[in-house]
Structure formats: C-alpha cells, structure tokens
C-alpha cells in the first residue's frame, strides 16, 4: 500500500527569549523589533527555495527517509566564491538530510519534518561571518569547525584544516549576538597549529564517536548557547548541535578548539 508523506515546515528564523533575566528590558526590546522585521512572505519563499527543491528530489528518489547514510549531499552546482563561501545569503550551510526528523502522527501515517528554524538561524550566522561551505563539494582536506552561538555575546566560529602534513587554525568573531543578529566580523585571525593538536583532537572525536553521532533536536534555546560542531572529509560530513552541552565528550571537545585560539574567553561566558 503507497505510503502518504506528510510534511509539516517550520518556517522562521530562530530566537532565544526568557523573561526571567537581569536584561529583561533589554531582550524586550529586541524581541520586539524582530517581531517587527520579520522578513516577508516572499523574501522568506526565495530563502528556502533551495533547500526545499533538494528536499523534494529526496522524497521523489526515496520515499520514505529510511536510510539517511545513503543520501548524497555534494553539490557542485552550488554558487561560491574563491573560498567556497557562497554567492547567496539564502544558501543553506548544511545538508537537509541531518535536520530531517522523522516519525509518526496519531493516524499512524509516517511524517517528515525538517528542522527549518535551526538550518536558517545558523546559515545566517556562518554567512555574515563569511564562513566556507564545508559539504557541497569533495576535498582532500580533513576539516573541523564549531560555531558558538550565545544568546547575549558574540558569535564564534573556529575552523581547524589539515591538508597533508600541514595544520592550520582560523578563528572568527563577530560583534553580534547569538540569539539576536550576527553583526560585523571584529576578530579574522588564523595560525599554524602542530600535528600534534591535530591527533588529539582526532583522538577526542574518536572518543566521542563524533562520525555517528545523530543530532537530536534541542528546540528554542532559553538564555542559553548552540553549539554546532562539523566535520568534513574526502567521502563524508556530518554536523552536530547542543543546546548550552553539559560537561561532556563533546563539550569538551570544543572547549580544546576554543583554548587553541586567543579569544581569552572568561569561564562565566562558558555556557
């Protein structure tokens, strides 16, 4: 019997919001003016265009998301520049096979749904921060990157490359906010890092099993942080999202990135 695919699209682009904080006024007022700027109808269609196209191809070519690992994401057909950063802000940063949630409603019918808000949030976050695409096309480079996004302090991405013997670190920092806007790039820094940084950060990610590990949807985060940690190599890619992580495998994993920069960060914006 044919199978019927429901789809249900959660459309926006994500916020964190409490009334419970020292800056209540201040979240507001900021909350206000996003309800008050929220992108139009149209404007919100052409962002997703995209995505939504590669979403129904999906569907057409397997009906039913069974098997996630067999879905193909590279795409050389996506527009970049030089380093890969995209031509278009309403590029997608992030294959929609791992935001694709899967399961049952009441009448039993199975049901799709994709995790929109946090692929859009987090686009626009790494765009404005002119961050490369590290899925759409095969490289002989083995990369890492977490971006850090705080609801009251600035945006942070580290991107650590190997390409052969040669292991180099980037670091940016925005004066954004990360559950507001992501502002204007402050801190564009990069270095050399010793192999050995690289092997053990290697041996943190094995520890964590970091290439099966599956992204669990966290929701709206409530005066708190995203962390987003990708992995890219030659024949694979994978990301991985927590809401403010507790002291884990993978909180301390991206707490090693973070230490091998200068951003100094102070323990009480840690979280």
């Known amino acids: ?92 940063y992030f294959p929609l ?25 987090y686009s626009r976050f790494l765009y404005a921060m002119k961050e490369p695409l590290l899925f759409n096309k095969k490289s002989k480079k083995e990369i890492y990157r977490f971006t850090w996004l705080r609801t009251f302090h600035h945006p942070v991405t580290i991107r650590i490359e190997k390409d052969g013997e040669t292991c180099l670190l980037y670091w940016k920092l925005s ?10 790039v402050i801190t564009d820094k990069s270095k050399p890092v010793d192999i050995k940084i690289w092997q053990e950060l290697k041996s943190m990610l094995q520890k964590m099993d970091f290439w099966h590990m599956n992204r669990i949807p966290q929701g709206i985060t409530v005066d708190g942080s995203k962390w987003i940690l990708e992995g890219a190599e030659p024949e694979q890619y994978r990301v991985v999202d927590l809401s403010s992580p507790e002291a884990n495998d ?17 323990k009480e914006e840690i979280y």
């Open 1 to 92: 019997m044919k199978k019927t695919i429901a789809i249900f699209f959660l459309m926006g682009i994500s916020g964190t919001f409490s009334a419970q904080t020292p800056q209540n006024d201040r979240m507001k007022a900021k909350h206000e003016k996003l309800k008050t700027d929220k992108l139009d109808a149209r404007k919100v269609e052409l962002q997703l265009t995209g995505g939504l196209q590669a979403f129904k191809k999906f569907m057409d070519e397997n009906k039913v998301c069974a098997d996630l690992e067999s879905v193909t994401f590279f795409d050389n057909s996506i527009e970049v520049d030089d380093h890969n950063v995209p031509v278009s802000g309403k590029q997608f």
């Open 97 to 121: 096979k791992f935001f694709i949630m899967s399961g049952e409603n009441k009448n039993e019918k199975p049901l799709i749904d994709i995790d929109l808000n946090s692929i859009i949030y």
């Open 175 to 184: 004066d954004g906010e990360g559950g507001y806007d992501p502002g204007k």
């Open 250 to 266: 993978f909180y301390y994993t991206c707490l090693f990135l973070l230490n091998q920069t200068d951003l100094g960060i102070n």
